[in-house]
Structures are given as structure tokens and as C-alpha cells.
């Protein structure tokens, strides 16, 4: 039977259900909240983690993939508590999230050495657990695909060729880099099909989506609630125009919500929420954004199949 791995060990494909791709229960700099600690409060983290994870299990969801890697504060033990506490299948990645900079850890390793630390991820376990990773995180954005970027991507790329596992691109559609990451990808050997180029649905220019689902990845139309990149009805066309179109077996519905954040004040952080994402959390796009799809023409068997059937297929790939 085939198996996926969660913070609580192999589950069986057919016990994910309804998922979420893309969601964080913590988001926040690692380095920064060791050096200072003052800035953070691990309680009010714990409790808007819970929160949003019963949230979105009273909405039938069953399983959260959550790419947070290095950079984003990857916490298994705090991941595993939430999945604990509630019952929800929590999905792990390795990988490392970076727009450019790489400390000299990883700096000074070949492609060859990061990817063998991305490979003992997936095959012993994360930062000392036996919890291992289930697919494998990079990213590129503004600075583009730097040599910095583009070698973890060939890490990432190397590790998945050597373990199976699946590949989340997290990627900038207002620079098009879905397409330079593809390319470095197909450079490297990776089946198009085991990649998924998150925050595509960043963008409604569907001759840049459709030209990169030609290179047969999957796509994460996974910000649903960051009006910041693009409003939600901008998103709501994309997807059910990708739809008719054809695509359902490519596409990936999330929030990219992130529980905690602190990539600002609490100041700025409460301004922002109010006039730039004022919908944004876990459970926007169960309560509003896909009632408004079905009325625009989703069918329950589209959303099952973007939702369920998706997940599975490219945890497994
Ligand atoms: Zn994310």
C-alpha cells in the first residue's frame, strides 16, 4: 500500500482526504528567534497554530502539507504537536527557502553535498527525529534564479532523482521564473511530473501558466487570500478559466497562510492584515472562495480531484 510521510509517520495515501498543499502553522526566521528570543512569544505562537489547525479541521480537512524548510523556522517537534493535539495529517519538507542569500554552511558545499543532506531528510529523519520528509522545498523570487538559487535547485533536483520524492518550486510569476526553474529542473533529469511550481495563481496571465504547464509540472494556485499579489477575483477567473480549459489534473487549491509571521511589527503587521489582505487566513478559501468557484461553474468532482485526488498523486509521484 502506497504511504506518505507525515510528522507522525507513513500514512496511507487514502487517509489524506481533503488537503491543503500549501499552509504554515509558523513562519518566522530561525536565526533571528535564537539571537532574540524577546521578539517572540512561543505561546501565542502555539495557540494561533491550534486555532487555525481546528479550523480548518472543522471544514473536513484531513491533511496539511506544510513547506516550511530552512529559513522558516522548520520545527517538526512543534509541527507534530499540532497533528497530535488534533488529529490532522501534517506533511514535512526538507529543502531550503531562500531567495538568494546561503549561509556558508551551504555555500561552500557542492550540489552533491546539499543534496546528500536533503536525501538524509527523507531517509532518516529531520533534525534528530525519525520524522522524515516527504518531498523536498526550494525557492526563487525577485533576484531570479542566482547561482546561489539555481544551485539548490539542482540539490533539490539530485535528491529527487536519488529518492523519488516529489519537488515544491516556490516561484515569482510577475518575473516568470516558473520557466528558469523548470528548465534547470529538465536539466537535471527530473520527471516534469514530480514538480510543483508554487504561487502560479500569483499571476492571471494565462499565456505564461499555459506555457508552463506544457513543460508538465503541476501548478499551485495556492495564495488565495494575498490580495497583495492579486485580488481574489483575479484568481477566481484564472482558475475556473484553467478549468475550462482542461487542466483540473495539474492544479492545487491553498492560502499559503502562515499562523504566525514575523516579517513585521506587530504594528505594520496589523495594518497590512486590514488593508492589504483583510480575507487572508486558513480557512478563507473553504469559506468563500469555493462556494464563489462553484457558483462560477466548479463542479464537486473538479474540487475533489484538485483537493484529493491531486495531493496524493504528487506526494506519490
Ligand atoms: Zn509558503
Same mark, same amino acid.
Given at each position: ?8 509517520? #507513513?500514512? %496511507? ?21 535564537? &539571537? ?6 512561543? =505561546? ?11 479550523? !480548518? ?5 484531513? @491533511? ?10 522548520? =520545527? ?9 493535539? @488534533? ?17 556558508? !554552511? ?23 527525529? %525519525?520524522? $522524515? ?7 526563487? %523570487? ?34 516568470? /521564473?516558473?520557466?528558469?526553474? *523548470?528548465? !534547470?529542473? /529538465?536539466?537535471?533529469?527530473? =520527471?516534469?511530473? $514530480? ?6 495563481? =500569483? ?7 499555459? $506555457? ?8 499551485? +494556485? %495556492? ?7 492579486? #485580488? /481574489? ?6 482558475? +475556473?478559466?484553467? +478549468? ?20 513585521? @511589527?506587530?504594528? !505594520? ?8 489582505? #483583510? ?12 462556494? /464563489? ?5 466548479? @463542479?464537486?468532482? &473538479?474540487?475533489?480531484? *484538485? ?11
Amino acid at each position: 500500500m502506497a504511504t506518505v510521510e507525515t510528522v507522525n509517520g #507513513p500514512v %496511507d495515501l487514502e487517509e489524506l482526504g481533503l488537503t491543503l498543499i500549501h499552509e504554515h502553522f509558523r513562519a518566522t526566521d530561525e536565526a533571528a528567534r535564537f &539571537q532574540f528570543p524577546h521578539l517572540y512569544d512561543e =505561546d501565542a505562537e502555539w495557540e494561533a497554530a491550534l486555532s487555525d489547525a481546528k479550523g !480548518v479541521k472543522s471544514h473536513g480537512v484531513r @491533511t496539511i502539507v506544510e513547506p516550511s524548510v530552512m529559513f522558516l523556522h522548520r =520545527d517538526v517537534a512543534f509541527s507534530k504537536r499540532v497533528a497530535d493535539e @488534533t488529529g490532522l495529517n501534517v506533511v514535512p519538507a526538507t529543502g531550503v527557502y531562500t531567495y538568494d542569500h546561503l549561509p556558508q !554552511v551551504l555555500a561552500n558545499r557542492s550540489e552533491d553535498e546539499v543534496a546528500a543532506i536533503f536525501v538524509h531528510e527523507i531517509e532518516n529523519g529531520i533534525q534528530g527525529t %525519525d520524522i $522524515k520528509a516527504a518531498f523536498i522545498k526550494c525557492a526563487a %523570487d525577485e533576484p531570479g534564479v542566482t547561482p546561489n538559487v539555481e544551485k539548490i535547485h539542482r540539490a533539490a533536483a539530485r535528491a529527487s532523482q536519488q529518492t523519488g520524492r516529489p519537488i515544491m518550486a516556490h516561484s515569482r510569476p510577475a518575473s516568470e /521564473t516558473g520557466l528558469d526553474q *523548470m528548465r !534547470v529542473f /529538465t536539466e537535471e533529469g527530473v =520527471d516534469p511530473a $514530480k514538480v510543483q511550481i508554487a504561487h502560479t495563481g =500569483d499571476t492571471d496571465n494565462l499565456d505564461y501558466i499555459e $506555457k508552463l504547464l506544457d513543460t508538465g509540472c503541476w501548478i499551485g +494556485l %495556492d495564495r488565495y487570500g494575498l490580495d497583495i499579489f492579486l #485580488p /481574489t477575483e483575479r484568481r477566481n477567473a484564472t482558475t +475556473l478559466a484553467l +478549468l475550462e480549459r482542461g487542466y483540473v489534473e495539474r492544479m492545487f487549491l491553498s492560502q499559503d497562510f502562515c499562523s504566525t509571521l514575523d516579517w513585521f @511589527t506587530a504594528e !505594520v503587521a496589523e495594518i497590512l492584515r486590514a488593508s492589504e489582505v #483583510p480575507n487572508w487566513s486558513m480557512t478563507f478559501l473553504l469559506e468563500q472562495v469555493i462556494p /464563489t468557484l462553484k457558483e462560477g461553474g466548479m @463542479t464537486d468532482e &473538479q474540487l475533489g480531484q *484538485m483537493m484529493e485526488e491531486n495531493p496524493k498523486i504528487w506526494l506519490s509521484a
